[in-house]
């Protein structure tokens, strides 16, 4: 059973920096992972944020960008809007099945 | 624009099952693969299944054997057949689009809430 782990909080101020991670039980998590940021607020559907590590849909602001870091998957919110706060999940893929992190609550304040 | 419209969801008892469909909308149907998750109640996504533009199907550990996904590209419809709900199945299903290349996924329907409870 692969896990993948997440921060469960993160905070920050606005206008600042943040990074969330994304964790492989298996391992280093590599662009073969084709890792995936989704965004989720209270009662809306999650919403893809970027894909294949740092690829951002024609949707994405550009405050939000996506690496791989010390053999995780991450993602970087600059510059950080009161808008950000939300649930951010991460997804990676493992030769045809998927699975998804546990998900960083990230509070702005 | 993209659509994608779930229905089938509803309140069923222990052991029965569920067709649950997704009418895509706004897009070639045919090239693309396609995904279902599920949210259970406060928690977190889970990838259940997805069923590739060439056909090719993959399962969660937890869900194979007793779901089953499928197509229908000439009526641009998908669809997630479940077996022996449990109450762990409880949750809200949605479908979602895969990227053109196998490189995650993109557009999200507004999911279907199935309540499995006796």
């Known amino acids: 059973q692969t896990v993948v782990t997440q921060e469960p909080s993160l905070t920050v101020s606005p206008g600042g920096t943040v990074t969330l991670t994304c964790a492989s039980s298996t391992g280093a998590v590599t662009s073969g992972n084709y890792p995936n940021w989704f965004q989720q607020k209270p009662g809306q559907t999650p919403r893809a944020l970027l894909y294949s590590t740092s690829d951002k849909h024609s949707w994405t602001p550009a405050r939000f960008s996506g690496s ?34 546990g998900g960083t609550k990230l509070t702005v304040l | ?19 649950l469909s997704c009418a895509a909308s706004g897009f070639t149907f045919s090239d693309y693969g396609m995904h279902w998750v599920r949210q259970t109640a406060g928690k977190g996504l889970e990838w259940v299944s997805d069923l590739t533009a060439a056909g090719r ?9 007793r779901f089953t996904v499928s197509r229908e590209d000439a009526k641009d419809s998908f669809y997630l057949q479940i077996n022996s709900l449990t109450a762990g199945d409880t949750g809200v299903y949605y479908c979602v689009r895969g990227t053109k290349a196998v490189a995650g996924v993109d557009f999200w329907g507004q999911g279907t809430l199935v309540t499995v409870s006796s």
């Open chain 2, 1 to 19: 624009e993209v659509q994608l419209v779930e229905s089938g969801g509803g309140l069923v008892q222990p052991g029965e099952s569920l067709r």
């Open chain 2, 57 to 65: 199907t993959h399962y969660a550990g937890s869900v194979r054997g």
């Open chain 1, 68 to 101: 791989l870091l010390g053999g995780k998957a991450a993602l970087t919110l600059s510059g950080v809007q009161p808008e950000d706060e939300a649930e951010y999940y991460c997804l990676l893929h493992y030769g045809g099945s998927w699975v998804f992190g």
